[in-house]
């Protein structure tokens, strides 16, 4: 069984009716409903065929242990060069910094973004200022995290899904060409301010404090 369906996996194409692909996929979307229900929601988006983009609740997609990893690695990353920044920062001086960061997301198999979203981008777009006063520098400003994907059943050749089996990429991309199924975008934003310190001696060594916090949509 296992076998069977790695090799279907590595056709291009799946030799079946298309009628009985949608059927298919419309049975997935169905089945599906009770446990993952925004993945149920999405493959049902595809197979309606309008292709308008669609936005991830920022609740939903932070709720994934693999979102909340690539958004640390970009805070860190951020952090590192900060601190250099204020290190090298004179009394009375300030500056601005403006940056960005990539971090790939590979969802975890069996979880809800994994059949949503297998591997994804978050971007984040930091813009701070810096000012010191003394041995003390204050840094305070904003990232924005924009998550993107499109919905494309181009990446790999085959998906598990549970009841159905291992189910061809072939199928979604075989649909798309016989118009009964259009990709689409998805994506979504949230944003984070940071309020730190940096105090500057020689010893005990300088420290930088960072304090990230969210920033409600009515407050953007």
Same mark, same amino acid.
């Given at each position: 069984m296992f076998l069977r369906g790695l090799l279907r996996g590595f056709r291009r194409r799946t030799g079946r009716p298309v009628p009985e692909l949608a059927a298919l996929f419309r049975?997935?979307?169905a089945g599906g409903r009770r446990v993952h229900p925004t993945a149920s929601e999405f493959l049902e988006h595809f197979l309606d065929g309008v292709g308008a983009s669609r936005t991830i609740p920022v609740e939903w997609l932070r709720s994934f242990r693999a979102v909340r990893t690539a958004e640390r690695?970009?805070?860190?990353?951020?952090?590192r060069r900060l601190a250099r920044e204020a290190r090298a920062l004179d009394d009375g001086g300030s500056t601005w910094v403006h940056?960005?960061?990539?971090a790939r997301i590979n969802a975890f198999i069996g979880t809800e973004l994994f059949y949503v979203s297998r591997m994804s981008l978050l971007r984040?777009?930091?813009?701070?200022?810096?000012?010191?006063a003394g041995p003390v520098v204050r840094i305070s400003g904003t990232v924005r995290h924009h998550w993107v994907d499109?919905?494309?059943?181009? @990446?790999? #050749? *085959?998906v598990y899904i549970p009841r159905h089996g291992f189910v061809p990429i072939a199928v979604g991309r075989e649909l798309v060409e016989a118009d009964e199924?259009?990709?689409?975008?998805?994506?979504?934003?949230?944003?984070?301010?940071l309020?730190?310190?940096?105090? @500057?001696? #020689? *010893?005990?060594?300088?420290?930088t404090r960072f304090a990230w916090s969210p920033v409600t949509a009515d407050r953007r």
């Open positions: 049975s997935v979307a690695r970009n805070l860190r990353r951020f952090q940056d960005y960061w990539d984040s777009q930091g813009s701070f200022i810096l000012t010191r499109p919905y494309d059943w181009d @990446r790999g #050749r *085959w199924a259009r990709d689409f975008l998805m994506e979504s934003r949230h944003v984070q301010k309020a730190a310190t940096c105090t @500057r001696r #020689r *010893w005990p060594r300088s420290r």
